[in-house]
C-alpha cells in the first residue's frame, strides 16, 4: 500500500509562481523519491506558470464565485494528496479562494490519516486549537481515514465540527459542501458500499510536471494490522478510457511525469468491457504524446506479475522503480499479517524483476514488532535485507488499529522493545545504502529538476529510478526540465552531483 504519515502536508496557495518556489526551496535533501514532493523539494513552479490557473481554465462555470475561504491540511499517503487536489479543485470550482493559514479560513477541512496512532492523534490535535475559538463562525470538516474510522463520534468529542466524510463518498461532496453551506450543522458521508471512484472535472494539481493519477480505490486484501480496508472500502477500479482521456489532458497542460496511485495499484482491474490488465494500461499511459515518465504505487506482491517487468523493458517511459512492500521477511509473520505470500514467494519476485534487462530499484515497507514476532522474525527480516539489497526501506512499529484481526493478538511486544528492533532494521538497511550509493559516483542519470536551493546554482531532480540528486549547474532555468546529472558524492541518505556537459 501507499507510504504514509512520513510528514505533514499543507494544501498552500501561492499568489504567484514564485511565491510557490520561495514556499518550497530549500526543502531539498531525502535521498529517496517515494512520491513525497514536500519531502525532496520536488515542488516548484516555473516563473510564468500557474497549474492552478491552468487546470482552472478547464472550469467553464463557478457557481457561488466569492463563497468564501478555504484552507485544506493534509495527513499521510500520496492517495490522500492527491484526494485534497481533488477536493481542492471541487471547492475552487464552488467559487472558494484556498488561503494558507486556518484564521484565514470560512471553511477548514483536514484530510487525515489512520494508518498508525501517532497520525491518528494529529487532528484531533488540531481540532483542540479550534475547540478554543468556536465562536468564530468557521466551518470546520474532517475528511479522509480518521473520519471514516471514527465516523459520528468526531462531532461528540469536537462539537464544532460540522462536516465528516471518508474517502469513499467523495463522490458526494460537493453535494455534502453544499449542505454545509446551507447551514446544516451535521453533515456526514460515510458510506463505503460504493462502487464510486472520485472523478471531479477540476483537479487542482501541486505540481506543475508531475501529477498523481488514481487509477484504483480502496482494498480488498485484508492484512491483518491495516485499517485501510475499513476506512477507504472495497476495491474500485477508473475505467480505463477515463484513465487514457486524463493522461491526454495532462500531457496538453504540460505535465511530462504522471504517477498511476493505488493501495494496491497493480491489482487494477478495468471495469470497461476493453479489460486491460495493468501492464497493457502503463504501456498505453506511456503512449500518450507529451508523457516522458510512467510510474505507479504501490505493488502488492501478489499480484505482481511477469508482464509488468516484460512492460518495463519494452518501454523506457515505464520508470525503473518499483515500490514492493514485504512487511516481514519472516513466513511465520507474513501468515499471521495474511499477506498471503511467504518468504519464498516474495523472493521469487524479486527474482523476476532482478531478472529484467534494465536495473529496476526496488523499495520496501516494513514492520517490526508485530504480535508475537521473535527474535528469529526479525532475525529473518534482517537476512531478507541482506538478500533484495533494498534501494531504500520505510520502516515502522507496529502500532494496533482498531476494527483489525490482529488487535486482538497475544504477545504484544513492548514500546522499548519495538524501538530497539526499529533501530536494528534501520542500521542495517544504512550499511547496505552506504555500499550502494558508494558504487554511484561517476554513473549519470537522467533528472527532472523540480527544485531550486537557496544556495546559488543548486538544483534538485528526481531519477527514473526515483532517487533525489542535489546537484549544481550554471544555467538558470531548470525547473520542469530533463537534464543529465553525474553524481560526484554520497552518503547514506543522499547523493549529490553536477549537471553533465
Ligand atoms: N502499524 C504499523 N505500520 C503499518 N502499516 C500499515 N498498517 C500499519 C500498522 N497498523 C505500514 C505498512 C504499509 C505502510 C504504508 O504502512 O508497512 O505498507
Ligand atoms: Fe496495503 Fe494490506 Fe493495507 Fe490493503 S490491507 S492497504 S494491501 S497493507
Not at 463 to 474: D, E, L, M, W, Y
Request: aromatic fraction near 6%; glycine fraction near 8%; hydrophobic fraction near 35%.
Amino acid at each position: 500500500m501507499l507510504n504514509c504519515e512520513l510528514n505533514a502536508s499543507v494544501q498552500h496557495s501561492f499568489a504567484n509562481a514564485e511565491d510557490k518556489l520561495r514556499h518550497y526551496k530549500g526543502e531539498m535533501g531525502k535521498t529517496f523519491d517515494i512520491g513525497l514532493e514536500r519531502l525532496t523539494g520536488g515542488v516548484g513552479f516555473p516563473v510564468g506558470v500557474d497549474a492552478r490557473a491552468r487546470n482552472l481554465a478547464a472550469a467553464t462555470e463557478i457557481p457561488g464565485a466569492g463563497r468564501g475561504t478555504f484552507f485544506l491540511e493534509t495527513f499521510g499517503c500520496q492517495m490522500n494528496d492527491h484526494d485534497s487536489e481533488k477536493v481542492a479543485g471541487v471547492l475552487l470550482s464552488r467559487g472558494y479562494t484556498q488561503v494558507e493559514s486556518p484564521e484565514s479560513a470560512s471553511l477548514i477541512l483536514y484530510n487525515t490519516c489512520s494508518i498508525r496512532e501517532k497520525a491518528a492523534q494529529k487532528v484531533f490535535s488540531r481540532l483542540g486549537e479550534f475547540g478554543l475559538k468556536q465562536d468564530e463562525g468557521r466551518i470546520i470538516g474532517v475528511l479522509g481515514c480518521v473520519a471514516q474510522q471514527e465516523g459520528e463520534e468526531i462531532f461528540k468529542r469536537a462539537p464544532w465540527v460540522s462536516l465528516v466524510c471518508g474517502s469513499a463518498s467523495y463522490s458526494k461532496l460537493p453535494e455534502l459542501v453544499a449542505q454545509v453551506e446551507a447551514g446544516n450543522q451535521r453533515v456526514t458521508g460515510l458510506d463505503t458500499d460504493t462502487d464510486e471512484t472520485f472523478e471531479t472535472p477540476v483537479t487542482r494539481r501541486d505540481n506543475p510536471w508531475r501529477a498523481y493519477l488514481t487509477i484504483i480505490e480502496g482494498c480488498d486484501k485484508a492484512c491483518s494490522y491495516c485499517v485501510v480496508p475499513y476506512t477507504r472500502g472495497p476495491e474500485r477500479s477508473r475505467a480505463s478510457d477515463s484513465i487514457l482521456r486524463e493522461v491526454r489532458q495532462l500531457a496538453d497542460l504540460g505535465y511530462s511525469e504522471v504517477q498511476l496511485l493505488g493501495q494496491t495499484v497493480n491489482s487494477y482491474a478495468d471495469p470497461t468491457a476493453r479489460k486491460m490488465r495493468f501492464s497493457e494500461l502503463l504501456l498505453a499511459v506511456a503512449d500518450a504524446p507529451g508523457i516522458r515518465r510512467v510510474r505507479f504505487t504501490t505493488s502488492h506482491p501478489r499480484d505482481f506479475t511477469q508482464d509488468i517487468v516484460d512492460a518495463i523493458d519494452a518501454q523506457p517511459k515505464l520508470c525503473n522503480h518499483v515500490h514492493l512492500p514485504v512487511q516481514s521477511g519472516s513466513t511465520r509473520v507474513l501468515r499471521a499479517m495474511q499477506r498471503t505470500y511467504s518468504r519464498e514467494e516474495y523472493l521469487e519476485k524479486i527474482a523476476m524483476i532482478r531478472g529484467a534487462r534494465r536495473p529496476i530499484s526496488i523499495t520496501t515497507d516494513i514492520i517490526v514488532g508485530f504480535p508475537g514476532e521473535t527474535d528469529e522474525d526479525l532475525a529473518e527480516t534482517l537476512s531478507l535485507l541482506d538478500v533484495v539489497r533494498y534501494d531504500a526501506i520505510f520502516s515502522f512499529k507496529y502500532s494496533p488499529r482498531p476494527h483489525t484481526p490482529s488487535l486482538a493478538m497475544r504477545d504484544v511486544i513492548s514500546e522499548d522493545e519495538k524501538s530497539r528492533r526499529l533501530a536494528v532494521l534501520q542500521e542495517k538497511q544504512r550499511e547496505i545504502q552506504t555500499a550502494r550509493h558508494s558504487t554511484m559516483v561517476g554513473e549519470a542519470f537522467e533528472l527532472l529538476v523540480g527544485g531550486k536551493s537557496r544556495r546559488e546554482n543548486q538544483w534538485s531532480g528526481h531519477t527514473s529510478c526515483h532517487r533525489v540528486i542535489n546537484f549544481s549547474s550554471q544555467e538558470t532555468a531548470l525547473l520542469g526540465k530533463y537534464v543529465q546529472v553525474r553524481v560526484t558524492g554520497a552518503t547514506p541518505n543522499s547523493l549529490v552531483g553536477e549537471e553533465a556537459p
